[in-house]
């Protein structure tokens, strides 16, 4: 329905209180429905006497209006509006409205008309339509105010893992826009449904309750979020919090300089080492530890079993030449993986925050030599503690 036909239909039931021209009527209308707070939007100066009366003829739609008053838009302001019409208007109301009203009965008449008015007004709203102009369109680079958001989702998207950034000329380019999680624009019925599933933050501006999405999933989700979608993101979006504030504290601990020397022999190999036969290995640990994980665990013993005794000759012989103290690398592994052990980060988590650990202080590149060294501290009993011991 569009919003001239609903104020002309409402303003015939309502004629014999308020006889004034359409132009006033569609005014009040908006005026009673909208919640505009001091130094915002002015319905009494920002609109002109014709544009109301064209609002109310059907000349002109409410396509670019719609945007500028959506966020304000209270139909509980609308429900008061109704109920001082008295209930002779009320039921008038009904027999015109309950074809237009989805389970308007005589009980509900003021909160379904003002249900209908706030769907006039969603539903003026342009929808965005994607065009070649939008797809080159100018690219932004990433600002400082985005780091703490993209840190905190490791710069990933948190509903589809798409990355959020693409350097070129070596500057870091925006692939992500910015969401307020809770809309800003609920009205208080609304609102109760979103709170019901999930707390919000006390201030609704803050970073608390804001995310950075790819832009596809901003898109989606910046039109009409429902509650279980709020619900998921800012649970999403407080876990990533949480974690990288683990990866922080990671962060502060420092890795034995010494450990460089084994990634870089472990990098240096030009050929595998002889792989173990895992019945040699009587204190064989890996599968004890990763019962649950087949995948992880069959990783963590293929590279036990490669490269378990090269890694061990490479500490002994470093420590011997004073280059490294294993105890020390020992006790710093075994920090991290406490750290990650206690927040009940699952085994494959902690297991890959250990590797982008160990890549992060050693400045080392090779991926496969940190899996190999975490798998080392796996065998080694400093990551994972052995299930049948317990």
Same mark, same amino acid.
């Given at each position: 329905?569009?919003?001239?036909?609903? *104020?002309?239909?409402? #303003?015939? /039931? &309502?004629?014999?209180?308020?006889?004034? =021209?359409?132009?006033?009527? $569609? !005014?009040?209308?908006?005026?009673?429905?909208?919640?505009?707070?001091?130094?915002?939007?002015?319905?009494?100066?920002?609109?002109?006497?014709?544009?109301?009366?064209?609002?109310?003829?059907?000349?002109?739609?409410?396509?670019?209006?719609?945007?500028?008053?959506?966020?304000?838009?209270?139909?509980?302001?609308?429900?008061?509006?109704?109920?001082?019409?008295?209930?002779?208007?009320?039921?008038?109301?009904?027999?015109?409205?309950?074809?237009?009203?989805?389970?308007?009965?005589?009980?509900?008449?003021?909160?379904?008309? *003002?249900?209908?008015? #706030?769907? /006039? &007004?969603?539903?003026?709203?342009?929808? =965005?339509?994607?065009?070649? $102009? !939008?797809?080159?369109?100018?690219?932004?680079?990433?600002?400082?105010?985005?780091?703490?958001?993209?840190?905190?989702?490791?710069?990933?998207?948190?509903?589809?893992?798409?990355?959020?950034?693409?350097?070129?000329?070596?500057?870091?380019?925006?692939?992500?826009?910015?969401?307020?999680?809770?809309?800003?624009?609920?009205?208080?019925?609304?609102?109760?449904?979103?709170?019901?599933?999930?707390?919000?933050?006390?201030?609704?501006?803050?970073?608390?309750?804001?995310?950075?999405?790819?832009?596809?999933?901003?898109?989606?989700?910046?039109?009409?979020?429902?509650?279980?979608?709020?619900?998921?993101?800012?649970?999403?979006?407080?876990?990533?919090?949480?974690?990288?504030?683990?990866?922080?504290?990671?962060?502060?601990?420092?890795?034995?300089?010494?450990?460089?020397?084994?990634?870089?022999?472990?990098?240096?190999?030009?050929?595998?080492?002889?792989?173990?036969?895992?019945?040699?290995?009587?204190?064989?640990?890996?599968?004890?530890?990763?019962?649950?994980?087949?995948?992880?665990?069959?990783?963590?013993?293929?590279?036990?079993?490669?490269?378990?005794?090269?890694?061990?000759?490479?500490?002994?012989?470093?420590?011997?030449?004073?280059?490294?103290?294993?105890?020390?690398?020992?006790?710093?592994?075994?920090?991290?993986?406490?750290?990650?052990?206690?927040?009940?980060?699952?085994?494959?988590?902690?297991?890959?925050?250990?590797?982008?650990?160990?890549?992060?202080?050693?400045?080392?590149?090779?991926?496969?030599?940190?899996?190999?060294?975490?798998?080392?501290?796996?065998?080694?009993?400093?990551?994972?503690?052995?299930?049948?011991?317990?």
């Amino acid at each position: 329905m569009l919003f001239a036909e609903f *104020a002309r239909r409402l #303003k015939d /039931i &309502i004629s014999g209180l308020n006889s004034g =021209k359409g132009g006033d009527f $569609a !005014k009040e209308l908006f005026k009673n429905i909208l919640d505009i707070g001091d130094n915002e939007f002015d319905l009494d100066n920002d609109i002109s006497p014709s544009a109301y009366r064209a609002y109310f003829r059907g000349d002109r739609d409410l396509t670019r209006l719609a945007p500028k008053i959506r966020k304000y838009v209270e139909p509980e302001l609308f429900v008061t509006y109704i109920n001082g019409l008295g209930e002779d208007v009320q039921h008038d109301i009904f027999k015109e409205f309950a074809a237009d009203c989805p389970g308007m009965t005589e009980w509900n008449i003021p909160e379904k008309i *003002a249900e209908l008015f #706030k769907k /006039i &007004i969603v539903e003026a709203c342009p929808v =965005k339509k994607k065009t070649k $102009a !939008k797809a080159i369109a100018k690219e932004e680079p990433v600002v400082e105010e985005d780091f703490a958001l993209l840190n905190e989702c490791g710069n990933k998207c948190p509903l589809c893992k798409a990355k959020l950034t693409e350097t070129k000329k070596g500057v870091p380019i925006r692939k992500f826009d910015r969401v307020y999680i809770l809309p800003l624009n609920l009205d208080s019925a609304e609102r109760v449904a979103f709170e019901d599933l999930e707390e919000p933050p006390e201030d609704l501006h803050s970073l608390d309750n804001q995310a950075v999405l790819c832009k596809k999933c901003a898109a989606v989700y910046s039109v009409d979020t429902e509650p279980s979608e709020y619900a998921d993101l800012m649970r999403k979006k407080r876990t990533l919090a949480y974690i990288a504030e683990l990866d922080s504290e990671a962060y502060d601990i420092n890795a034995e300089r010494g450990i460089d020397y084994i990634l870089d022999a472990l990098s240096g190999l030009k050929s595998i080492p002889q792989k173990e036969d895992k019945t040699k290995w009587e204190a064989f640990r890996v599968d004890r530890k990763i019962p649950d994980n087949l995948m992880l665990q069959d990783t963590a013993t293929d590279f036990v079993l490669k490269y378990y005794r090269y890694i061990e000759k490479q500490y002994k012989l470093r420590e011997r030449e004073g280059k490294l103290r294993f105890r020390k690398v020992k006790n710093e592994i075994s920090q991290c993986f406490e750290l990650y052990d206690e927040a009940d980060l699952s085994q494959e988590e902690i297991f890959d925050r250990l590797v982008g650990w160990l890549k992060d202080k050693t400045n080392c590149d090779d991926d496969i030599a940190c899996i190999a060294m975490v798998s080392f501290f796996v065998q080694n009993c400093e990551v994972f503690r052995d299930e049948t011991s317990e």
